[in-house]
């Protein structure tokens, strides 16, 4: 396998420098993690060239430059990869607040060199909430965009939970050193970077609530400007109880009751209770990952109320089980025939999806087992239905025989997230996805109580719920609203593997809604059917189909291979498919990093 350097040097020379410069400061005295402040970047939005990073000792792969020098700092002083993975996280919550942060949820996978662990932060509905809870009083759905702005769509966030009790059993470094670079961060200031001055330009509804304006916004209403020195003296207040305190100083608490307060006092409020944010803590977080064989590999994901690692799964294993095209990579891109199969398989994996997937706590698998879905000799009946020109529209299908009387859920919007790929020393590697769902969440703002400046913006998970509990025929939805339920959700964190050795390859996944999906998958295949590094694989134009409409990157495809798309009868659209693929390689001599050039992220390590 080629591990090319590029030829980038400014790029590289650029990242190296900005993120070598150091401002010195205090460390609290309570802390082993000396942690001083980097020169924040002002990097560009758009499409900008990432050099990818070779390193021998570990990596810390992360949205944003000051988030991945979090996880950078935490190795360097003795901690593992879930500690900085902890780290990385609670800079996100300030640096990147659209995407991910303590108002929302994460699934976290971690490999100890032995066995993968699997933790599950997603967020509940409170046990108010009913399967008529986005049904107007006429009976009839919310449109998306109301739900999604209301208190209504606030799920009880888990990202703190799941992390303590992933830092109990994995963390080597004390939980309140990890707060550190938040906190001092949150107090000093950091730069606004150009994608969160240009998400909040665009955004309307996060300007109506009393607390984001006053503090992402000007006097004038106008987004805090790109290098503007934002700080946020409420988050730091809450982070620091937390550190100090543990998780309860956020569960059991005067933020619980500041959650349920913005919650129930919006225009369009929720049922969450302080009764359902102190309950959350109280379950086991560890569930079982689901590992699956693809040729020489083995690609461990989450289980439901994940859809991405089965649609994945299902999406490969179909593809095996085609005729393989004569060519499928050529000149540094897939071809027609290839996309073919490839979005064709899509449509037979989202089908199932929309009608199988849901919590497992409260959906049966289909005869009783999700491997069901990935089962070769089913997955072979599947790869039967594709032909030479498109099916259209998929229909589900029937795993073992399995009858379920499930309604298919219609498509629904879904956005936002972060993915953070991290291997430590001691090759304990982790990958984790983490969310607020939409872009800013349900817009509603957090300042826990505390009275001060910021806080932290609380999700809009619930409308990952289907809004309609039952279909046109009456048939439930598995995905409907419940009490206490978790929303389905298509975040892919994936650990590759061989399988012959079991050693692991590769730690790979990304943000963006439903098409998370596909993009952990074409990076899964430039790595390992295509031979390309970590860099290259995300470099790759984006493409995917959720069982309609096959959409492509825009100005990323050829005009003769989208003409070749539609003389088999696809429809194709072009726009903009903003990936944020965060993937770290094994390679010989150490790690082979990779990072988004559609967004910010970069990678670090020694």
């Not at 309860?248 to 500041?258: L, R």
């Not at 770290?584 to 082979?592: A, C, L, R, S």
Request: charged share 20%.
């Amino acid at each position: 396998m080629q591990y090319p350097f590029r030829t980038v040097s400014v790029v590289l020379t650029f990242l190296v420098f900005i993120l070598s410069l150091f401002i010195g400061c205090e460390s609290a005295e309570e802390t082993r993690v000396s942690y001083s402040i980097p020169e924040q970047p002002e990097m560009s939005t758009g499409y900008t060239e990432k050099p990818g990073w070779v390193t021998n000792e570990f990596a810390v792969a992360a949205a944003n430059p000051l988030a991945t020098d979090a996880g950078y700092q935490i190795i360097q002083a003795g901690g593992s990869a879930v500690d900085a993975a902890i780290a990385v996280q609670m800079v996100l919550t300030l640096v990147e607040p659209q995407s991910s942060g303590i108002g929302g949820g994460a699934f976290l996978l971690n490999w100890d060199g032995e066995q993968v662990y699997a933790y599950n932060g997603r967020e509940t509905a409170p046990a108010a909430a009913d399967e008529n809870h986005f049904l107007d009083e006429n009976g009839e759905t919310m449109p998306f965009r109301d739900a999604v702005r209301s208190g209504k769509s606030v799920g009880v966030p888990g990202t703190l939970a799941m992390l303590k009790q992933a830092h109990d059993r994995h963390g080597v470094l004390p939980w309140q050193d990890l707060f550190e670079p938040a906190i001092t961060l949150a107090e000093n200031g950091f730069k606004v970077s150009p994608r969160l001055n240009q998400l909040l330009v665009g955004e309307d509804a996060f300007r109506n609530d009393d607390i984001a304006a006053q503090f992402y916004y000007d006097e004038n209403n106008e987004a805090r400007s790109v290098g503007f020195e934002l700080k946020n003296p409420a988050l730091a207040e809450i982070l620091r109880r937390v550190a100090n305190e543990g998780i309860d100083a956020f569960y059991q608490s005067e933020v619980a009751e500041n959650i349920v307060e913005r919650i129930q006092s919006h225009e369009r409020p929720g049922n969450m209770t302080v009764e359902d944010i102190n309950n959350y803590p109280v379950q086991d977080f560890e569930t079982r990952a689901l590992c699956n064989d693809w040729k020489n590999y083995q690609i461990c994901g989450f289980p439901p109320p994940s859809s991405g690692h089965i649609a994945i799964m299902q999406m490969l294993g179909i593809m095996e089980h085609l005729d393989e095209t004569e060519i499928d990579f050529e000149d540094g891109l897939m071809t027609a025939d290839w996309l073919h199969n490839y979005f064709e398989a899509a449509k037979l994996a989202f089908a199932d999806r929309a009608k199988y997937i849901g919590d497992w706590d409260f959906v049966d698998a289909p005869t009783g087992d999700w491997n069901s879905l990935m089962d070769p000799a089913y997955l072979a009946e599947r790869a039967a239905l594709i032909g030479e020109q498109s099916m259209g529209i998929a229909e589900p299908g029937n795993p073992r025989g399995a009858q379920a009387m499930l309604g298919v859920q219609p498509y629904q919007p879904e956005s936002g997230t972060t993915h953070i790929s991290i291997v430590d020393r001691e090759g304990n590697a982790v990958s984790m996805t983490a969310t607020i769902e939409s872009g800013f969440g349900s817009r509603i703002m957090s300042d826990g109580g505390t009275g001060l400046p910021g806080g932290f913006i609380l999700n809009n998970e619930l409308t990952d719920f289907s809004l309609s509990p039952v279909d046109e025929d009456g048939n439930p939805m598995a995905n409907r609203v419940e009490p206490n339920k978790r929303p389905r959700s298509s975040m892919s964190p994936s650990l590759v593997f061989d399988r012959e050795s079991g050693d692991i390859l590769a730690s790979v996944g990304s943000p963006g809604g439903a098409a998370i999906i596909h993009y952990t998958a074409k990076a899964i295949v430039g790595m390992y059917d295509w031979n390309l590094n970590a860099q290259d694989a995300i470099n790759l134009p984006n493409f995917a189909n959720f069982n309609g409409a096959s959409v492509l990157e825009e100005e990323r495809f050829p005009a003769d291979l989208i003409e070749a798309l539609r003389a088999r009868g696809h429809e194709v659209t072009e726009r903009a498919l903003t990936s944020g693929l965060q993937a770290i390689q094994v390679i010989e001599d150490g790690y082979y990093g990779g990072a988004d050039p559609r967004r910010e992220g970069v990678v670090m390590g020694q």
